[in-house]
């Protein structure tokens, strides 16, 4: 064997044993963590507990990260893709949402009865833990370290994220529909944090998108799901045209 087979056979297993580790240690987030939190708490309970669950897989992934890289914590949040730019995050999330932004006021969902706790849970703690766990670990990991292709890479992400809203459905038939909609969004989340290198503006859409509850479940009616379909060709144009609209300092001084 030359010394070119014995690299890439090197760099086969390397990246076979960062697919194991990433996916061996996303199963215990997605599974263990949430009995773990039970056991050590069991009076936690409902949006207290799952705050607490999201909290500790986030927590999860930056440690593992940080351990696989061996270069400290803020190349552990660079490789995750969180300290990238928050505010162009936001902007470009609360540009992207306004047709949901505008259907939150035509339906009048605003729910007065919202604790800080629910609205907590909802806009923070889970889009900010499902999103760090599912795209920028385990996806990010098996697509950058374990050098899968983006499909393969979101394949096994985004079935688990999508059985994991199942639960809002009510017949057989609306589980398909979920299960279809939460799939398309684990994909647009993954595309979009692969073309901005940038974890906070899937966190960011996806927050917005849960407070601007246009319905009540992933699938939701028509209008509910127009508004959605506008928020992600939106978020696409932005994403495609994003260096025509942030020019870099020299550009803005000689245009």
């Known amino acids: 064997m030359d010394i070119d087979d014995a690299q890439t056979r090197s760099r086969g297993i390397r990246c076979w044993g960062y697919a194991v580790l990433t996916l061996t240690v996303f199963l215990v987030g997605i599974q263990l963590i949430p009995r773990a939190v039970g056991?050590?708490?069991?009076?936690?309970?409902g949006y207290a507990r799952a705050a607490a669950v999201k909290t500790a897989q986030s927590v999860l992934a930056i440690l593992t990260v940080l351990l696989v890289g061996r270069a400290g914590l803020r190349a552990a949040l660079t490789e995750l893709g969180l300290r990238a730019s928050l505010g162009r995050a936001l902007v470009v999330a609360f540009a992207a949402t306004l047709p949901m932004l505008v259907g939150f006021g035509v339906t009048g969902t605003f729910r007065t009865d919202y604790s800080l706790l629910v609205l907590a849970v909802t806009a923070v703690f889970s889009p900010v833990g499902e999103e760090i766990l599912f795209r920028g670990f385990a996806f990010g990991q098996l697509y950058r370290r374990a050098r899968w292709g983006f499909w393969p890479a979101i394949l096994i992400p985004t079935l688990f994220f999508s059985f994991g809203h199942l639960y809002q459905a009510q017949s057989v038939l609306s589980a398909l529909g979920i299960f279809g909609v939460t799939a398309l969004g684990s994909v647009?989340?993954?595309?979009?944090?692969?073309?901005?290198?940038?974890?906070?503006?899937?966190?960011?859409?996806?927050?917005?998108?849960?407070?601007?509850?246009?319905?009540?479940?992933?699938?939701?009616?028509?209008?509910?799901?127009?508004a959605r379909i506008l928020t992600i060709v939106l978020s696409i144009v932005i994403t495609l045209y994003r260096n025509r609209i942030w020019k870099s300092e020299g550009e803005r001084l000689t245009a």
Request: glycine share 6%.
């Open 39 to 45: 056991a050590v708490d069991p009076g936690l309970q």
């Open 188 to 226: 647009w989340f993954a595309w979009l944090y692969l073309r901005w290198d940038n974890l906070w503006v899937p966190i960011a859409l996806h927050a917005l998108m849960n407070f601007f509850e246009v319905d009540r479940t992933a699938l939701g009616g028509w209008f509910a799901n127009a």
